[in-house]
């Protein structure tokens, strides 16, 4: 009995447990039209509500289904805030998240946006 | 002359030793392990997630495969069964029930697939890692119930729907268990495959069924090998009748319980079963249930279901996604099983006379399907355990990012393996029809509606196949 009371008790441990949050980064997009192919993305990345600069920004790209290869680029800083992907190519239609890591100097933030990219 | 897998040099030998299944339990186990803590705790991003990749990707592709090139392995495998020593444990303090008549066949698996597979598509069970991991809890949990309420192996016959989906898809496999001599079993005083087996160094015993009928034996000193407890078949199977790979889990219980040496792994021609099969009826309803919903599955990830939602909702008005999928369950299999119903009835017989006429096209469907999630993200489970990994503060290197598989490449695959199962169809429909009598016009007549239904969903599935995929979370946009 003890010991079924010591699992239940991990288990409520293990399920109060949250995720991180990873939206440190506010993401905004601009993409035209997002289509399966590579499409140029402007990112609008902000931070503590000041716009990031001079930070070396990668982004992967992924769908929300399990078992889709993830497309990764490096974005270029085009003014403060705004960094651009050139040729992102998306590989399916559907939904993707884009995950953002930004570095600047020894701080890394990171940042998440959703968009729907059709076929 | 047959091919005794269990005679091999290393595999058989690795088969015929008392811990195979345990050592391929356990990685699975641990993965189990893994997936759960990464669905409960990593970020709720499908792809990035070990519970969802490995659940949804890799567990379905090499289900699929291992079944296709061997047998029923993942059964072999579960780490489900690993849960029989707390089975045991609590057994002590349960009563025990017999499970209920009217439930000892399938028509509970087939109800709890069409739900499983409504709500996969409702609540989009394959983007969520946290339901992912509940999910594998609440399978752990039921198999540990059921078999500790029930008798041990009900879970597998009559409730777990995977199981059941790997019994129906393993009659194309290349591999069954059966009796090297059934002049032996003839004579076998234990049924002891069945029964399993109790033997001391001077008696033995079966262990189960009616052991009134069972005098106990009393033996010359033997070898210490054979000495100790054998269960036999927990899914109550009885070698040297076994036709077919129905219920057999590949959990080897009969070759150790065997004091014979009388169990053999055969290697068999893979459309054997299908050509001489005739199930019962709610054998039939699963696969014929199988077939079409393996292609209203594949169908649900392409953009003409999309549209199809989209049609709907403007016909009836609504956005209610449960009525619309509802519906769409509800026509898609009706259609399915009125048209194979109707061809039937057409090459005058029984459904369960020529269901096995659809036995690898399920496969390929199936199969074709897995192929293209696992061909595409068989890399990315290894990052994700590593990123695990290093979240429990194990030393490792992050990983690289894995290279993008071209989708339009895995195409071609489907299709020779939609077409082998079409040829394969078109064979044992063939066989079916006539015996080994040539193609005469009253053949002919008998086997054309099969012949139609066959091509029909062939060419449903390489339709679906050239579609380009897409993974969507919603109904409607």
């Not at chain 2, 078949?233 to 889990?249: A, G, K, M, R």
Request: glycine share 6%; charged share 15%; aromatic share 12%.
């Amino acid at each position: 009995m003890k010991f079924f009371l010591k699992a239940l008790f991990l288990l409520c441990l293990l399920l109060a447990c949250t995720p991180a949050k990873q939206n440190e980064l506010t993401v905004k997009l601009e993409i035209t039209n997002p289509k399966v192919g590579k499409v140029p993305i402007v990112l609008l990345l902000e931070y503590q509500s000041k716009p990031l600069t001079k930070a070396i920004v990668t982004v992967r790209g992924d769908m929300t289904h399990a078992g889709m290869s993830p497309v990764q680029a490096e974005a270029r800083e085009l003014e403060a805030g705004r960094y651009a992907l050139d040729n992102f190519g998306f590989t399916m239609s559907g939904d993707w998240v884009l995950s953002i890591t930004a570095k600047k100097g020894t701080q890394t933030l990171t940042g998440e946006a959703k968009l729907g990219i059709n076929p | 002359m047959t091919l005794d897998v269990l005679r091999l040099p290393i595999l058989g030998a690795f088969l015929r030793w008392h811990y195979s299944r345990f050592v391929l339990q356990v990685p699975l186990f641990v993965l189990a392990l893994l997936a759960i803590y990464d669905g409960f705790t990593g970020r709720q991003l499908a792809p990035t997630n070990t519970a969802t990749v490995a659940v949804w990707v890799h567990y379905r592709g090499l289900v699929a495969l291992a079944l296709a090139v061997f047998g029923n392995l993942f059964c072999a495998a579960c780490p489900l069964m690993l849960t029989r020593g707390s089975t045991k444990f609590l057994k002590r303090f349960l009563p025990e029930f017999s499970f209920p008549k009217s439930l000892r066949n399938k028509y509970l698996v087939i109800g709890a697939t069409v739900l499983f597979l409504f709500t996969y598509e409702y609540f989009d069970l394959w983007a969520s890692p946290w339901i992912t991991a509940w999910l594998m809890i609440a399978y752990f949990v039921a198999a540990l119930v059921v078999d500790a309420v029930f008798p041990v192996g009900t879970f597998c016959k009559y409730v777990c729907p995977l199981g059941n989906f790997n019994f129906a898809l393993s009659k194309v496999s290349p591999t069954q268990i059966t009796a090297k001599d059934q002049n032996v079993c003839n004579s076998c005083e234990g049924k002891y495959c069945l029964n399993g087996r109790l033997e001391t160094n001077s008696t033995r015993a079966p262990i189960q069924g009616n052991r009134a009928e069972h005098v106990l034996l009393q033996l010359e000193p033997i070898n210490a090998k054979t000495i100790g407890t054998f269960p036999g078949c927990e899914t109550n199977l009885f070698v040297p009748s076994i036709q077919s790979n129905e219920d057999c889990t590949l959990c080897l219980n009969c070759l150790r319980a065997c004091p014979y040496d009388n169990v053999a792994l055969e290697v068999r021609n893979p459309l054997r079963e299908a050509i001489i099969d005739k199930p019962k009826s709610d054998w039939t309803w699963f696969v014929v249930l199988l077939t079409w919903a393996g292609l209203l599955n594949a169908f649900a990830m392409i953009p003409p279901y999309f549209g199809l939602a989209a049609w709907l909702s403007a016909l009836l008005g609504t956005r209610d996604e449960a009525l619309l999928l509802g519906i769409i369950f509800t026509v898609a299999l009706g259609l399915g099983f009125s048209l194979t119903v109707l061809a039937a009835k057409a090459s005058r017989g029984l459904l369960r006379d020529w269901v096995g006429v659809l036995y690898p096209l399920m496969l390929a469907i199936w199969g074709g399907h897995y192929l293209f999630h696992f061909i595409t993200g068989a890399s990315t489970l290894l990052p994700n355990i590593i990123n695990l990994l290093m979240r429990l503060e194990l030393p490792l290197e992050p990983p690289a990012l894995v290279s993008t598989v071209r989708l339009d490449a895995i195409f071609p695959f489907q299709v020779v393996v939609s077409y082998l199962a079409f040829l394969s169809s078109l064979y044992i429909a063939y066989q079916k029809a006539s015996g080994q009598k040539r193609l005469t016009r009253a053949v002919l007549a008998v086997i054309l509606p099969q012949v139609l239904l066959v091509l029909l969903i062939n060419t449903i599935t390489i339709l679906i196949f050239s579609q380009p995929m897409q993974a969507r979370g919603s109904l409607l946009l």
